[in-house]
């Protein structure tokens, strides 16, 4: 992880890998901040898991 992951360090999603990927999402984002989900995620599996991230009703 990069230096997102210090922006992170009090987030608590009451789940560790909702955590994981949170981090992992933002720093997708801020790699391509103008991109689309897709395009910032670079793949199907990792734009999935970011669509369900966002869907998930406990965020």
Known sequence: M?????ELTDLDL???RLETRA???LNAMLKAP???IPRACQ?????LATYRFFWNEGN
């Open 2 to 6: 990069n230096g997102s992951s210090s």
């Open 14 to 16: 009451g789940d560790k």
């Open 23 to 25: 981090v992992h999402i």
């Open 34 to 36: 103008q991109s689309s």
């Open 43 to 47: 793949s199907w599996s990792s734009t």
